[in-house]
């Protein structure tokens, strides 16, 4: 019988993969949350052909891969999808999943419902942003710089006139470039690690960055041909404004990130874009049961497999690589999903250039690692959780105060991580902060409770209406299932 | 080796918070051991429910009108041992409002409400404008409801850790993330402390308040409880404008209550919260310990919740949480002196009423351990009304 | 079809191009914020621009919390600040 694969994501991994499940003859049902597939990495406007390819690392491959899984017949691709819920059935062979998920304009009230049913299961949900917070970062025209790159690459829209980029990691190179692209002034990008580390990390990776080349030295003539300098070991120690961003302190940082005294400097800016790495968008491999590995990504085997049978994860999920390295996850979790072996001749390529990637851009992560003192940029008044507005001296103090060891706990008394995100931009620093008290204050204890953000059954905010409307099945099963929610 | 205890609570949920507490008050040497972290389990994922209004009359009730009182001024009662910056407990006489949307089920209602005005519940009947005045979102189909101006509501967490913080305060030793491994035994079926996966602590008494974890705890130290895990499910909605001012059920959650039925249940319970939120709940199904999203539950949630309040029908659900309740097949609570080993006691089964029942539970226990008079007449909630299958051996 | 459409923001009219979010339709009139928190009554507007913070919310239609990074205007879609005031607490009541 022929496989059906379902992809939940349609970016670098998820279109691979699409496309390699399909070329290995399996039916495939691809699942995107934006209006049009590309994810983040290949965000462009409505009109595809207006896309400044400038700004657009290996275009030709994403139209080719778009156009491909686009018109084969044997491809369902659903864009304005959002997978909301992955309920399983274990023990129940093939189909044991049912990926629950809306389809419309985002967010409802009335999208359509469907639950997606297939053989295996692959989950490229990609990444997002982790901004590390600082006094101020709550200030409209503070962004991510996923913000800046989402609205210049799909809507040509800059998200302020006199412009600084800063955080840690290569990403900040293509940031500017988008936004110098559509008008910005960028007077700066601020990397937070040394020269030392930058160089160190970077350095001996020449095949890498041989293969980089044409990207890294594209972003690099833009910087110098927009006059944008690149500055390293600062970072952006608090905005001021009133009702926006009006300028920024920026502070010399020591190699654990923790500001020089006597060393901040004022920038007059109406925006700043800062990133620190990538949170992996977790909460969908964890619904379907996939294990962790201690590093907190999918574990994952040399074919993309994870703990739960059938079910794959390729790309940021399983460690943040950057979409080269998803590409060829893509690759092989789509053709092993769809009943080919690791070692089939045309995997090759991809298995080679996965473990060469891998252990590569693992050396340029740790030349930008998140050094321990940034906490010692935050005040008593800087906000932690920004969706229910918990201060970091608020934290501290609740924390201290009920001396909690759970996040669990941690969470339900200070609300941090409770609002509409759900710990996805305060998580990982709530976690962090914890283990900083715990070391520094004898507040609170390690954690015991194993408790971690990233799992979130609701992956999605889903309206009343539509959890009751009935979900039409999608892929496999599709005359047996029809009847399901009556039972 | 750790300090001798004069009491070792295992398990740091509300009832064990609670038992520590009243414990510790009476001057115990108390220790409480826990394998995760405070209200980690059942405690945290329920609402925060103190009732009267889901009760008919009988020894729960009676706990639970005690347990009432208690709550009535525990805030005031820990200030004087939380620390500075302890956040509030939340805790709020919002009162109860139950909604039946048929005539056989206001019939059923307004019988029910019948019997618990002599047992000292205030129900106060009311009509249709009547139910609309107190919840004016309310589906107008409404053909009877109930007002309970006695239910109240806490955040459960933070009573949880409030209870642990003012035990520390009066001397209790908290200790998370250890597993109770065994028991240390006395001469006979006695027990004289706990082993842990890295300790040996020795304690005059041991008391079990593990909620449906409390079987297997029993087991390590060689007893014996019937309880069970009830699977629970409950819905979070984002922030939203107040539209929601009391407790609100549906007259079907009183039968869900106290039902023996093992497949899925559901009943409205709604209420908002002081963030804004509002909590949608509930179901009861028995499915072992098996904690993964039901799905269909939470279908079934939606559709009973926008018949009580259509105006949810809008409402985002951001997150959903699932629980396992302490369930006892006579649906009361253990709490007393373990009939098989000496040393032993057990506090649990309050299925879904532990947080109400925690205060009075601990002040219970206190009363019987240090053999002063019981708050409420201890024998209904005996462990040695239990009927042991022959297979639990006496330890010798 | 043309390339433009309408919008009502609290009141005003603004316009948009076919295919862009609410979001990028506020900024490019010029708006930095649209909506209010709930505790602190401060502005906030774009911050992940990929739909994980929320902070962006606004009530489309009378629909309360659409992303307005992730929802594609409409033409005559009606877009409003949302409430977001905390119920009172007992504490504050009683005073």
Known sequence: MRQTVVVIGGGPAGLAAADAALDRGAAVVLLESAPRLGGQFWRHPTDRSATDTSLQHNWNAFVAMADRVGSDPSATVITSAQAWAIDHDHGQGDAAFGVQAAVGSADGPSREMITVRGHALIIATGAHDRTLPFPGWDLPGVVTGGAAQAM????????????VVAGAGPFLLPVAASLAAVGARVIGVLEASSRRQVVSGWLPQSPWLAAKAPELAGYATYLARHRIPYRTGLAVTRAHGNDSVRGITVSRIDSDWRPVPGTAEYLDVDAVCVSHGFTPRLELAIAAGCALGADRFVAVDAAQRTSVPNVFCAGEPTGIGGSDVALAEGRIAGHVAAGGAITDTQLRPAVRRRRLLRRLTGAIRDAHRIGPGWTSWLTDDTVICRCEETSYGALRSTLIATRTTGLRPAKL?????????????????????????????????????????????????????ELTAQARVVGTHEQMDTQEEDR | MPRPSDVIVVGAGIVGAACAYALSRAGFVVTVIEAKA???????????????????????????????TRWDRIEQELAEYLPTGFPELEYELKGGVVVATTEAGAESLLAFAGTQRPAGVTAIELDHDGALALEPHLNPEVTAAVHYPQDAQVQPVIATEALLAAARTLGAATIFGEQVVGALRGPGPTITGVRTDRDEYPASQVIIACGPWSAQVAETLGSWLPVRPRRGVLLVTTRMPHKI???????????????????????????????GTVLVGSSRRQSGFDQSLDLHAVREIARKAITIFPFLADASVMRVYGGLRPFMPDHLPVIGPDPLVSGLWHAT????????????????????????????????????????PDTVEVPA | MTDELQL???????????????????????????????????PRGLFCGIGVC???????????????CQRPATEGDVVETQDETLPLRRTEKSR
């Open chain 1, 413 to 465: 008394t200070t609300r941090a991580g409770l609002g509409p995100c759900q710990g996805r931009i305060c998580g990982r620093t709530v976690e962090e902060l914890m283990t900083d008290l715990a070391s520094t204050d004898g507040g609170a204890d390690q954690r015991s409770d194993g408790v971690i953000i990233d799992r979130r059954p609701i992956a999605s905010p889903v309206r009343f209406s």
């Open chain 2, 245 to 275: 001012f009391h407790k609100v059920y549906d007259a079907d959650y009183v039968g869900a209550v106290v039902s023996d039925d093992h497949g899925l249940q559901t009943s409205s319970v709604i209420e908002s919260t002081a963030a």
């Open chain 3, 8 to 42: 009502i923001f609290n009141g005003e009219r603004l316009t948009a191009r076919r295919g862009q979010s609410i979001a990028g339709a506020l900024l490019a009139s010029g708006r930095r914020s649209w909506r209010t928190t709930a505790a602190g009554r401060l």
């Open chain 2, 38 to 68: 405070a209200a980690s389990g059942t405690s945290g994922q329920g609402e925060g429910n103190i009732l009267v209004s889901d009760r008919g009359p009988g020894a729960e009730l009676v706990l639970a009108q005690y347990s009432l």
């Open chain 1, 152 to 163: 210049a690459k799909a809507e040509g829209i800059a998200v302020g006139q006199r412009v």
């Open chain 3, 54 to 68: 929320f902070d962006c919310l606004v009530t489309v239609n009378g629909v309360r919390d659409i992303r307005a």
């Open chain 2, 349 to 388: 089964g309050h299925e879904g009423a532990g947080i109400s029942l925690s205060l009075g539970t601990g002040d219970l226990i206190t009363s019987l351990i240090t053999g002063s008079t019981s708050p409420v007449d201890p024998r209904p909630y005996a462990p040695a009304r239990l009927p042991r």
